[in-house]
């Protein structure tokens, strides 16, 4: 008898601990995509400086660069989840991040789309296709580490900070970080229109180790982002000034040039962009869209 009532008290538990969580919603789904190369590239000898000869290859493998993937998307009551990987790279995992509903809002602890990855067209207008290449449109950051708050129409994240040696022209440098970049994002409606500006602030300093002096290196990207639905329709538009974008991490920065040391201190470059897109939907498996963009920097060095 003794053994039954324990039994049951164990049976009883596990209800007792069952019941809460048979009470909240759970869910798992799966997604995915395989993706090959099969390519045949016959480079003609003007290609490359120095051949002599024409050079034909076959391209055969598994798609890389991040076309490949597989996910699985968590939810459990108020907590949501996503795991997102790669078939192989030295970065294997391209999202994998946890968020809690809290009521008001939401905070996000992971990897995952940084708020200041606002695209704006359907491929990312550029002369290769693809996505961005910088012309016009803001689309830098891609997926970070990042603690991140969502509330209203406000998004505010902590993200790792892209603090790059170099700068300096010495032997022997280090970057210490203090403060991780910050970005924000506020979603603004009137009447249809949607009006999304943008702001990032990072700081670091490049220590030169001989000396133990540091070296600011201050870089933001501000801007504005307005989308306008017209019937079956849209017009994108969107505006941004950068101050050295690619110390800021910007991956799709076209300028070339770093900041610059000139012995007492940082030379910056600044930028600037702006980009128009209109489309439509013609049904749900075709659309139309066309779209100019301009991308300028500027940098402050003798003889660019």
Known sequence: MRKLSVLLLAV????????????????????????????????????????????????????????????????????????????????????????????????????????????????????????????????????????RLTTGGLTLALVEPNAATGVVAATGTETD??????????????????????????????VVLATDKGYDIDSHVVGLTVRVPLGPGYVNAQVYQSKNPKEWGDGYYTGGFAAYFDGTGIKEVTGMGYSMTAGMKLSDTMSFEVGYGVAEYEVDRTGT
């Open 12 to 147: 009883a538990l596990v209800v007792a601990f069952t019941v809460p969580a048979m009470a909240a919603e759970k869910s798992v789904s799966f997604y995915g995509r395989v993706w090959m190369d099969t390519f045949i590239e016959n480079d003609s000898k003007e290609y490359n400086t120095g051949y002599t000869t024409d050079d034909t290859d076959l391209r055969w493998d598994l798609n890389d660069n991040g076309t490949s993937r597989f996910g699985a998307n968590f939810k459990w009551g108020d907590m949501s989840a996503n795991t997102e990987i790669r078939p192989y790279s030295a970065s294997m995992y391209r999202q994998w991040w946890a968020a809690w509903n809290f009521g008001g809002g939401s905070l996000l602890v992971g990897h995952t789309w940084s708020p200041l990855y606002i695209n704006c067209t359907i491929t990312g207008q550029s002369h290769k296709g693809g996505s961005a290449s910088g012309y016009g449109f803001w689309v830098g950051d891609l997926r970070q580490a990042q603690i």
């Open 177 to 206: 970080t203090t403060f991780p970049k910050i970005e924000a994002t506020y979603a603004l409606k009137l009447g249809t229109i949607s009006l999304v500006p943008f702001f990032s602030y990072q700081t670091y300093d490049e």
